[in-house]
């Protein structure tokens, strides 16, 4: 089946620096990919997709790339902010109608 | 629309009790699921309903557990017999099925205590 390899965490930063999570995943097709974030004592909320090889997703200024031949989805922000202080969750390829849910990772950023 | 609602918010019981949850999806969402989450994991896929129709089950999801769609819109999720490591954040998510099927709004959670 389908699975993810999401960078564990918790990550911890100081404002203003850059930040990459790493994930990779196995697919058995062409999948749509996704990141979602937990913000504290929130639900889960979609930040980004692509939805094809090399397509770039990007939100609130975080950017991640489908790389299909290296079958990744890292999420990068060039300068945190404290606000982006949450869990962040790698979504794999959608086996068609359920996410397989990366283990999160946990962002800590530090004024 | 004021998006997914989950009700109650924290539910406290005793072990061997039974417990629902309840779930309403954005209105227009033909697509409901149901997932677990657990402190520091991910959410864990339970099941999945296209309008009434239970389409899915996990094989985490025991005989304990139900759930239904009746009218295709609002569902429940029961836990019979409560254990102790039933205790874990209930989350629900709609989509609409099609190209925008890959996109799951989730609602705030319910978080199951058994004691």
């Known amino acids: 089946g389908d699975s993810v390899t999401q960078m564990e965490g918790p990550v911890t930063l100081s404002e203003e620096a850059f930040l990459t999570i790493n994930c990779t995943y196995t697919?058995?097709?062409?999948?749509?990919l996704f990141w979602y974030v937990q913000y504290p004592g929130e639900g889960l909320q979609l930040l980004l997709k692509?939805?094809?090889?090399?397509d770039k997703g990007s939100n609130k200024g975080f950017e991640a790339t489908y790389r299909k031949e290296t079958t990744s989805f890292h999420l990068e922000k060039g300068s945190v902010q404290v606000s982006d202080s949450a869990v962040y969750f790698c979504?794999?390829?959608?086996?068609?109608?359920?996410?397989?849910f990366g283990s999160g990772t946990k962002l800590n950023v530090k004024p | 629309d004021t998006g997914v609602s989950q009700d109650p918010r924290h539910k406290i019981t005793k072990r061997g009790q039974n417990v629902t949850f309840r779930c309403d999806p954005i209105?227009?969402?033909?697509?409901l699921y149901w997932y677990r989450q657990t402190l520091g994991q991910g959410p864990e896929f339970l099941t999945y309903?296209?309008?009434?129709?239970?389409?899915?089950k996990s094989r985490l999801l025991s005989d304990r557990f139900s759930a239904e769609r009746p009218k295709g819109s609002f569902s429940t999720l029961e836990i019979q017999r409560t254990e102790q490591g039933d205790s874990a954040m209930y989350l629900c998510?709609?989509?609409?099925?099609?190209?925008?099927?890959?996109?799951?709004?989730f609602g705030a959670g319910s978080r199951l205590t058994v004691l």
């Open positions: 998510a709609s989509s609409l099925a099609g190209d925008g099927a890959n996109v799951l709004t």
């Open positions: 697919a058995t097709g062409y999948p749509s």
């Open positions: 692509a939805t094809k090889a090399d």
């Open positions: 979504a794999p390829p959608n086996n068609f109608n359920k996410f397989y």
């Open positions: 209105s227009e969402h033909n697509r």
């Open positions: 309903f296209q309008n009434e129709a239970q389409l899915e």
